[in-house]
């Protein structure tokens, strides 16, 4: 069974930092893009972040660029979120997916993922 498990989400304030892993298990992912993904109270679920199979490739949503930093570990089959500079409006549960197609690049779009993680919360105060 294919499992996407989130953690390190949490309670910060305004300015603070957190970092989001995605452990994968069942399958590895090391040939497939992944992404980071969110949802906020009453809004649609949102494009954060993605990163190539090998790591070299990264992309961001403009509202993350410069203080969020996407990572993987292909060996541990684990992805990462370093948050930094976070705000209120960065409040939402953080969604990890993988691709399972043959995707070279980045990608924003979550019709293209096929596995996701349950989410993890990350509540940011004023």
């Known amino acids: 069974q294919v499992q996407l498990v989130e953690s390190g989400g949490g309670l910060v304030q305004a300015g603070g930092s957190l970092r989001l892993s995605c452990a994968a298990s069942?399958?590895?992912?090391?040939?497939?893009?992944m992404g980071w993904f969110r949802q906020a109270p009453g809004k649609e679920r949102e494009f954060v972040s993605s990163?190539?199979?090998?790591?070299?490739?990264?992309s961001y949503a403009d509202s993350v660029k410069g203080r969020f930093t996407i990572s993987r570990d292909n060996a541990k089959n684990t992805m990462y979120l370093q948050l930094n500079s976070l705000k209120p409006e960065d409040t939402a549960v953080y969604y990890c997916?993988?691709?399972?197609?043959?995707?070279?690049?980045?990608?924003?779009?979550?019709?293209?993922?096929?596995?996701w993680g349950q989410g993890t919360q990350v509540t940011v105060s004023s």
């Open positions: 997916a993988a691709t399972s197609g043959p995707y070279s690049g980045t990608y924003a779009y979550s019709g293209l993922y096929d596995y």
């Open positions: 069942g399958r590895t992912f090391s040939r497939n893009a």
């Open positions: 990163i190539s199979w090998s790591g070299d490739r990264t």
